[in-house]
């Protein structure tokens, strides 16, 4: 049942890369694809796996292993998507053919090849059909496969062989449906692969891969090297035009600086033409290595030509060279930040019940013990620390000096505050779907705001005359203006957030602005940074690929960026100037419509 059942899941591949849509020109294999005597000859294994992330799922996947390799020095891999037909002689790729001929003539390092069909979940029971994962695994532009990869397949083969760890050693190929799994797997996992090779990629809406263009425009350069091949004839169906498709995708590439290479030419949806050019996509691909792939650096946008091709407004505010530098690490659950008016930053660790200080040189101690799980902190134009002490279900203001806590309000539950420069507090309560007001004299409170599922960080803006709130289950950032009395009115889901084609919600926490109006907002995604007219115009890499909780600005200057990040700190200087609300309002010059 089992066999039978990946047998026909193989020759159902064979044909999905092999039968041409229309003809276009001839395509033929080199020299690179053909046997020669006295070259070393590879072998090739199969076998089979059972994946408990693809829960239940069963596949055959084949390891290819150069005749240089020797098991004292770590080869470089390459992976496979539909490893079936790349790891036979006689199809189109031939791997172990063209990978013994460039390895000889050393066009490219010892690599070992792993080439993987996807999974199969097998029927319950006679006449049923089983559940082909084929499209749920390379369609879905998500990090699952990556880590199917990464905890799977990698360290299996790894108990046999001696397989590299380092992301300039590793490259992973896929065509159509694979083309976008190999593209997600690096994309997801910079730190694991640094190459792709995509031939006739389906980078359309089978399952919202045609946002993937919009993703390069937007997120911060990876250190990804990319080959993409596709031929004028290839399928234009209900999920869009693969043709156009890969064209979007280059165009995406060249704008935001990548190292890529886009072939055309006129077939259809085949392997003809990438078979024809495989040994030559290989050459560009491992070309100067062992040097290694960094990160793309593209022109930032001057203030004039902000509209213009071939440059990334988020690199306006991130410096060349300057990546996220790790200040401490240890923590059980790091959160809600706070910088005072010398630019040093505080934060909470939830779990451990403490409040930590950060100063200008980056040196970490603690600032109170048994801080009644303080959460989200902020300072006021008194110079106090206000703090969200959940735990005891009250607002506190910590004197600096003595670390003495003054009650502000209680019997409120309470997430992350903002303080105004009038000393007024906002509040949110995402137990109770809230948004508190405490004024900033009376220290009265009132609930200014319901409706939100998951209300979390509150940011004002530069001016105080708006406030922001994220709702972490949802898809936006809502403004509101603020009257007068503190109250809150014209409530609207302004700034609209990048969701994640395998998440629900945006997975909003902490938020910061900047001088020039921009909102900077953690997530799923990264630290998705908004203009003042509610657009995403970047999406800033996390530091880890862990949970990234709050972050704000904070130095002397106000020109870094301090990010909570689950067990670790971090910070990293960038070109733009934090606000510290409690100073007074700052004006941003009027958005860009």
């Known amino acids: 049942m089992k066999n039978k059942t990946l047998t026909h899941v193989s020759a159902v591949l064979f044909l999905l890369v092999s039968c041409a849509t229309f003809s276009g020109e001839e395509y033929k294999q080199g020299p690179d694809s053909e046997r020669h005597e006295g070259v070393p000859k590879g072998t090739v294994t199969k076998k089979s796996w059972t994946s408990k992330i693809f829960t239940g799922t069963v596949r055959d996947y084949w390891v290819y292993v150069p005749a240089q390799y020797e098991k004292d020095k770590p080869a470089c891999v390459m992976i496979f998507q539909d490893g079936g037909g790349y790891l036979q002689e006689k199809g189109d790729w031939r791997v172990p053919i063209v990978f013994d001929n460039l390895i000889n003539k050393k066009e490219m390092p010892v690599t070992i090849a792993i080439g993987i069909n996807p999974g199969v979940l097998p029927a319950a029971g006679q006449g049923q059909l089983a559940r082909f994962n084929r499209s749920y695994e390379y369609d879905s532009p998500t990090e699952q496969y990556s880590q199917f990869l990464l905890d799977e397949i990698l360290p299996e083969v790894a108990k046999e062989y001696n397989l590299s760890t380092k992301p300039d050693d590793r490259a992973i190929c896929g065509a159509s449906s694979g083309g976008i799994c190999a593209f997600c797997a690096a994309w997801f996992r910079p730190d694991a692969f640094h190459r792709v090779l995509s031939t006739i990629g389906s980078f359309t809406n089978l399952k919202k891969a045609n946002e993937l263009p919009d993703w390069i425009r937007k997120n911060e350069p990876k250190p990804i090297r990319v080959f993409l091949q596709d031929g004028a004839n290839d399928l234009d169906i209900y999920a869009g035009s693969w043709f156009m498709a890969n064209q979007d995708m280059a165009s995406a590439l060249r704008y935001a600086g990548y190292d890529y290479k886009f072939v055309e030419g006129t077939g259809g949806h085949d392997g003809k033409q990438s ?6 996509a290989l050459r ?41 530098q790790q200040l401490g690490d240890g923590y059980k659950f790091t959160e809600g930040s706070a910088t005072d008016a010398a630019g040093n930053v505080y934060f909470t660790d939830i ?13 970490i101690t603690v600032f109170k013990e048994n801080s009644g799980a303080a959460n989200g902190l902020k300072f006021g134009p008194d110079g106090k620390l206000y703090a969200c002490q959940d735990g005891k279900k009250q607002i506190v203001a910590y004197d600096i000096a003595t670390g003495d806590e003054t009650v502000i309000a209680t019997d409120i539950k309470s997430n992350d505050l903002i303080v105004s420069a009038k000393g007024d507090i906002y509040v949110t309560d995402p137990a109770n779907k809230q948004v508190w007001y405490i004024n900033g004299q009376s220290k009265e409170k009132k609930v200014v705001d319901k409706g939100l599922d998951f209300p979390n960080g509150v940011m004002l803006t ?8 994220v709702d972490t289950r949802g898809k936006f950032v809502w403004a509101y203006r603020i009257e007068a009395d503190g109250s809150l009115t014209n409530k609207q889901p302004y700034f609209d957030c990048f969701i994640q ?21 953690t997530s799923h995604a990264g630290i998705q940074v908004f203009d003042q007219a509610g657009r995403v115009v970047g999406i800033i890499n996390k530091p880890q690929h862990d949970w990234l909780a709050n972050i704000c600005f904070g130095g002397a200057e106000l020109n870094f960026i ?21 100073k007074g309002p700052v004006n941003p ?5």
């Open 284 to 324: 560009w691909l491992w070309r100067d290595y062992p040097q290694p792939i960094t990160v793309p650096n593209p022109k930032p946008v001057e203030p004039k030509v902000w509209w213009s091709a071939a440059h990334l407004p988020l690199m306006r505010i991130l410096i060349a060279g300057e990546d996220w």
């Open 589 to 593: 010059p009027a958005p860009r419509l």
């Open 275 to 280: 078979g024809a050019i495989f040994p030559d």
């Open 351 to 363: 779990p451990n019940n403490r409040i930590h200080k950060i100063d200008l040189e980056g040196k």
């Open 562 to 582: 301090y990010a909570m990040c689950k067990d670790k700190v971090y910070r990293r200087k960038v070109n733009a100037k934090g606000v510290l609300h409690f």
């Open 501 to 521: 084609p395998d998440k629900v919600d945006c997975g909003g926490d902490g938020m910061t602005v900047d001088s020039n109006g921009y909102l900077y907002m």
């Open 462 to 469: 530069p001016d105080q005359g708006q406030l922001m709130v």
